[in-house]
Structures are given as C-alpha cells and as structure tokens.
C-alpha cells in the first residue's frame, strides 16, 4: 500500500479564489505502518533491510578486496616511512606517515561498512596479498618506493571507480563512502606525483 503526497508549487497570495492552475505532483511513498513491519523482519541484519537493492554478498566481497588493498597499501608505505634515508627523505617521510594514517582509516571504513552489510572483515593475513588489489613492493631506493607507492595509487582510483560504478543508486551509502576515499586516493597519487616532479 502506498500512501501519497501531494505537492503544490506557486505562491498562494497572488492566485484567484479558485486556484486554478495549480500544478500538483503525486510523490509514492511506502505507508509507515509498512515501513514498520518492513523493519521489524529481520532485525538481526541491522542495516540490510529489505529495501537495500544492491547484490550484498557481491558488495561484501568487494569491500573486503578493497580492505586488503588498503592493508597492504599500509604496509608498504610503513616500510618506506622507515626505510627511506638521503637528503630529500625527511619531507617524502612525513608524505608516506600522512598516507600511512589516511589509510588506515580508509580500512576502517571499509571493515564497519562489511559489519553494517551483515559480514566480517576478512583479516586473515594469509589471504590479504591473494585479495589485494595492488602489490607490496619494497623498494631499493627513495625513488623506486615513491613509484610503487605511486603505481598503487593509480591501481586503487580504478579499482574504486569500478566499484562506485558496480554499486550505483543501489547503495548509495557504500557508494558515498566509495567517492570519499577515491577522493583522497588521487590526492594520495598527486601528492607522489608531484615528488617524483620535484
């Protein structure tokens, strides 16, 4: 059953009595006694009710690829925050802790985000490297640990738009969440490409 709403546009003051000309448009809307069965079904799955569209086991399992990318990223930049040594590493070290902490709460995100949906972040550290996205590369060098950290950016902003893609309008929440890190991903990649410049 559907309850519906009807909305007026135009100011009143300036109409005749009879209001001809009023331009009404019916809006759809679930009847809230509907909406609160609908809610009370299922209430072991938190936030997946049954309005949620997107294919969930397909979304967890993209989430939980992003996760280990974003581990695996954290380790990698780790390394070469602490690796990292000559004249010019002092300022490339605060750019890796910088990323080292932005992505950490990426992983953060993605992990509350796969309980939300009903599952569990996959930490097994024997599957990370199988499900990652991108690679943990050393590097020998200040500039060859700035091209892999690099290179891993530019893996993860495709990874993450074919991702907001894949999800769409059917998950808006995962989606936004989806746009925000991508958003700091090409930050991430500007800010090494601007190293590798400099």
Same mark, same amino acid.
């Given at each position: ?13 300036s109409?005749?009595?009879r209001q ?11 009847d !809230? ?5 609908q809610?009370?079904?299922?209430i072991v799955?938190s936030a997946?009710t +049954? ?5 969930a &086991?397909t979304v967890? @399992?993209l *989430?939980?690829?992003a996760?280990?990318t974003e581990i695996?990223c954290i380790?990698r930049?780790?390394?070469?925050y602490?690796?990292a040594?000559? #004249?010019?590493?002092l +300022?490339?070290?605060a750019?890796? #802790?910088?990323? !080292?902490? %932005?992505?950490?709460a990426h992983?953060d ?5 796969i309980?939300? *949906?009903?599952?569990?972040?996959d930490l097994s550290?024997?599957r990370?490297?199988s @499900?990652?996205?991108?690679e943990?590369v050393e590097?020998?060098s200040?500039?060859a640990?700035i091209t892999?950290?690099? !290179?891993?950016e530019?893996?993860?902003i495709?990874?993450y738009?074919e991702?907001?893609a894949?999800v769409?309008?059917d998950d808006?929440?995962?989606?936004k969440?989806? %746009?925000q890190?991508l958003?700091? &991903?090409e %930050?991430?990649a500007?800010d090494?490409?601007?190293?590798? @410049?400099?």
């Amino acid at each position: 059953m559907k309850a519906t709403i009807t909305a007026q546009s135009g100011s009143t003051a300036s109409r005749a009595p009879r209001q001809e000309g009023i331009i009404k448009e019916a809006i759809d809307l679930t009847d !809230v006694k509907i909406l609160r069965a609908q809610a009370r079904q299922g209430i072991v799955d938190s936030a997946m009710t +049954s309005g949620y569209k997107a294919d969930a &086991e397909t979304v967890i @399992r993209l *989430l939980n690829e992003a996760l280990a990318t974003e581990i695996i990223c954290i380790l990698r930049y780790k390394r070469h925050y602490f690796m990292a040594s000559g #004249l010019n590493s002092l +300022s490339v070290k605060a750019k890796f #802790l910088q990323h !080292v902490t %932005e992505e950490q709460a990426h992983a953060d995100q993605l992990a509350e985000r796969i309980v939300q *949906l009903g599952s569990e972040p996959d930490l097994s550290p024997e599957r990370l490297l199988s @499900r990652s996205h991108s690679e943990y590369v050393e590097g020998d060098s200040l500039v060859a640990m700035i091209t892999a950290d690099l !290179v891993a950016e530019r893996i993860a902003i495709d990874s993450y738009r074919e991702m907001i893609a894949y999800v769409g309008a059917d998950d808006p929440t995962t989606g936004k969440m989806l %746009e925000q890190i991508l958003a700091q &991903e090409e %930050e991430h990649a500007e800010d090494l490409a601007s190293l590798l @410049r400099g």
